[in-house]
């Protein structure tokens, strides 16, 4: 299923590229190819969100590996080995280098005119992007594709969205998770360890950073909303679902305006939201309960939806 989309997608760029801002003399091929080291993750089919290559209506964010482009140094930092994102405006063809890094593993998460990214300190010439005193983490930035400017939120997020998927952004609100080891071993949501990856919010519009102390994971933000699991371990081992342990991911979901934080009370992953709905995967195992009533507890996730303007949490048929 994503293959095609990754070969529509960089079929798509190669073509665009050979905009004049960078082409090569004549009708030669395109001066620089995408980040063809980079070719070998797979995009997903999710709008807005791959690790290379990312388009939306009017704008396309993309990585590019400086030893591809001739060796030119985008970012500045004396050598010529980084992979770097730039951004492009489909209408005009303009192509604009943001002289940032990207932490391959990190998604590029391109929503309207911004995109957000994890910037590598070893890729940006050894520099401590977020004030630990050292130069090993990644940290999140919003760069601004019509006015061209980067904002570095300072903070460190865990790179590999693979494994531990903690960033979620609508154009707006940017919703991801500290690293209170890379952030300077600190403790971000007060439970007395410094383990933890800790959910922040990011607002765009106001450039507000607020910490939700809560250690969570799989966000997904849309139309004014968040939702993401709770993970109970790494919560002060409190138990959010009622099951009498302290092992489960608990569905939880953030009314951005008021910032009231809901607790749906029921383990659950990957929430996705459409409109005031959010829809996820509650897990019978950590639950401790047959959901679906089919008189087993199955490691199948059974689909719920939650209603935020009504309040009710439906099980879906
Ligand atoms: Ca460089
Ligand atoms: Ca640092
Ligand atoms: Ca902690
Ligand atoms: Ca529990």
């Known amino acids: 299923m994503t293959r095609p989309i990754y070969s529509l997608t960089v079929t798509l760029i190669l073509a665009l590229i050979a905009a004049p801002a960078f082409s090569q003399k004549s009708d030669s091929a395109p001066i620089f190819s995408v980040a063809p080291a980079y070719t070998r993750i797979p995009a997903t089919t999710e709008a807005g969100r791959s690790s290379f290559i990312t388009i939306d209506t009017q704008t396309a964010a993309f990585v590019v590996n400086e030893t591809e482009l001739a060796k030119i140094d985008l970012n500045a930092d004396g050598d010529s080995y980084d992979p770097v994102v730039l951004v492009m405006e489909l209408t005009s063809g303009r192509i604009t280098n943001t002289g940032l890094a990207k932490d391959y593993r990190s998604p590029l998460l391109l929503k309207g005119s911004r995109v957000a990214f994890g910037v590598k300190e070893s890729y940006q010439q050894l520099t401590d992007l977020n004030g630990d005193g050292d130069m090993l983490d990644t940290v999140v930035h919003v760069y601004d594709i019509?006015?061209?400017?980067?904002?570095?939120?300072?903070?460190?997020?865990?790179?590999?969205?693979?494994?531990?998927?903690?960033?979620?952004f609508d154009g707006r609100t940017l919703v991801f998770t500290v690293t209170e080891f890379g952030q300077g071993v600190v403790d971000l949501n007060g439970d007395g360890d410094t383990v933890d990856r800790v959910l922040?919010?990011?607002?765009?519009?106001?450039?507000?950073?607020?910490?939700?102390?809560?250690?969570?994971?799989?966000?997904?933000?849309?139309?004014?909303?968040?939702?993401?699991?709770?993970?109970?371990?790494?919560?002060?081992?409190?138990?959010?679902?009622?099951?009498?342990?302290?092992?489960?991911?608990?569905?939880?979901?953030?009314?951005?305006?008021?910032?009231?934080v809901i607790n749906l009370g029921i383990a659950g992953y990957l929430p996705a939201i459409c409109g005031s709905r959010v829809i996820f995967q509650a897990s019978e195992v950590e639950q401790g309960k047959d959901l679906n009533g089919d008189g087993s507890i199955s490691s199948d996730g059974v689909a719920y939806s939650y209603d935020a303007g009504s309040r009710i949490l439906t099980r879906e048929k």
């Open 200 to 260: 922040h919010v990011y607002d765009a519009d106001s450039g507000k950073v607020t910490n939700f102390q809560l250690a969570g994971r799989d966000p997904a933000v849309s139309g004014g909303l968040a939702a993401f699991s709770v993970d109970e371990r790494y919560q002060a081992g409190i138990d959010l679902n009622g099951d009498g342990d302290a092992l489960d991911g608990v569905m939880h979901l953030i009314h951005l305006e008021t910032r009231n």
């Open 146 to 168: 019509s006015k061209k400017t980067a904002t570095s939120l300072g903070l460190a997020i865990f790179p590999n969205e693979e494994v531990f998927p903690s960033l979620a």
